[in-house]
């Protein structure tokens, strides 16, 4: 198949937690076209079957696909972890996702090769972390944390909240008592916490921010395919969502730190 530098890269997510990556690859690649998919009608999907996501992210492909993307973009944690075996089968272009570029960034920034991963249950279960590190580095050890309440607490937006720190500290204690070195944030909403979960864990230990490190690693992608887009014009932003609902714009602009153009509703 042929690819073409000035194609949209297609970016997915379960809702608009994914805006923190589709955030960092702007900041990254600033004329790359993107395109935004976030299924804001069936979000959580943390809480959801393997069954199910892997459904649900064979849709997105499928629509992603037919709109000529020359690159897919797994933000959702939790797709990447359980699905990212679907997308790829389906995929004619390459697929990136948050779990491999942010295992890569936790390899690299460990020094006591002692790791700790928190993410959804269904992240956190599948041990896709886990497998995408020992891939890179057998010796490392990990020590996760399924952190539930997070996602729930950030999007009612109590980022610096005294209940989100009593929260953190509570599912922090058990991985930072494994003297961990580095904390892989590995679900969309985290890096919203980033602040917050710095203070917990202390200044000794390195935050990894998925989110950043999978746009650096489409950057590198993009630019050893030689499809790095060559206009210097503006980029088009596009955004399809399943659902609108009540709290859409200030949750949105939470996520991506600036208010939300071009969203269309997709009905399935
Ligand atoms: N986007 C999901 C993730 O990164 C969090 C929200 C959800 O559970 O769907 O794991």
């Given at each position: 198949m042929q690819l073409h530098a000035a194609s949209p890269i297609g970016v997915f997510d379960s809702g608009i937690g994914g805006l923190t990556v589709f955030r960092a690859l702007?900041?990254?690649?600033?004329?790359e076209h993107l395109i935004y998919f976030?299924?804001?009608?069936?979000?959580p999907y943390g809480v959801k079957s393997v069954e199910a996501i892997a459904h649900y992210?064979?849709?997105?492909?499928?629509?992603?696909?037919a709109r000529g993307v020359k690159l897919l973009v797994i933000a959702c944690?939790?797709?990447?972890?359980v699905a990212y075996q679907v997308v790829d089968d389906l995929s004619p272009v390459p697929v990136l996702d948050v779990i491999e570029a942010g295992a890569r960034m936790a390899v690299a920034s460990t020094r006591s090769k002692r790791v700790a991963?928190?993410?959804?249950?269904?992240?956190?279960?599948s041990n896709a972390y886990a497998r995408a590190i020992h891939a890179l580095?057998?010796?490392?050890?990990?020590?996760?944390q399924a952190c539930p309440l997070f996602v729930p607490l950030v999007e009612?937006?109590?980022?610096?909240?005294p209940v989100t720190r009593m929260v953190a500290q509570e599912y922090l204690r058990p991985v930072l008592a494994e003297q961990v070195d580095t904390l892989v944030l590995g679900c969309t909403h985290y890096p919203l916490l980033k602040g917050l979960l710095q203070d917990v864990a202390g200044p000794e230990v390195r935050l990894i921010d998925s989110a950043?490190?999978?746009a650096e690693r489409t950057a590198a992608l993009l630019n050893e395919m030689r499809l790095l887009n060559p206009s210097r014009q503006a980029p088009r932003y596009t955004f399809y969502v399943t659902d609108v609902p009540l709290r859409f714009r200030t949750l949105g602009e939470r996520f991506l730190g600036r208010a939300l153009p071009n969203v269309h509703v997709v009905r399935w």
């Amino acid at each position: 198949m042929q690819l073409h530098a000035a194609s949209p890269i297609g970016v997915f997510d379960s809702g608009i937690g994914g805006l923190t990556v589709f955030r960092a690859l702007m900041e990254r690649l600033p004329f790359e076209h993107l395109i935004y998919f976030g299924d804001t009608a069936r979000v959580p999907y943390g809480v959801k079957s393997v069954e199910a996501i892997a459904h649900y992210a064979t849709q997105i492909t499928e629509f992603l696909l037919a709109r000529g993307v020359k690159l897919l973009v797994i933000a959702c944690n939790t797709i990447a972890a359980v699905a990212y075996q679907v997308v790829d089968d389906l995929s004619p272009v390459p697929v990136l996702d948050v779990i491999e570029a942010g295992a890569r960034m936790a390899v690299a920034s460990t020094r006591s090769k002692r790791v700790a991963v928190i993410g959804t249950p269904a992240t956190v279960n599948s041990n896709a972390y886990a497998r995408a590190i020992h891939a890179l580095d057998p010796e490392v050890r990990i020590f996760s944390q399924a952190c539930p309440l997070f996602v729930p607490l950030v999007e009612e937006g109590w980022v610096d909240h005294p209940v989100t720190r009593m929260v953190a500290q509570e599912y922090l204690r058990p991985v930072l008592a494994e003297q961990v070195d580095t904390l892989v944030l590995g679900c969309t909403h985290y890096p919203l916490l980033k602040g917050l979960l710095q203070d917990v864990a202390g200044p000794e230990v390195r935050l990894i921010d998925s989110a950043e490190a999978v746009a650096e690693r489409t950057a590198a992608l993009l630019n050893e395919m030689r499809l790095l887009n060559p206009s210097r014009q503006a980029p088009r932003y596009t955004f399809y969502v399943t659902d609108v609902p009540l709290r859409f714009r200030t949750l949105g602009e939470r996520f991506l730190g600036r208010a939300l153009p071009n969203v269309h509703v997709v009905r399935w």
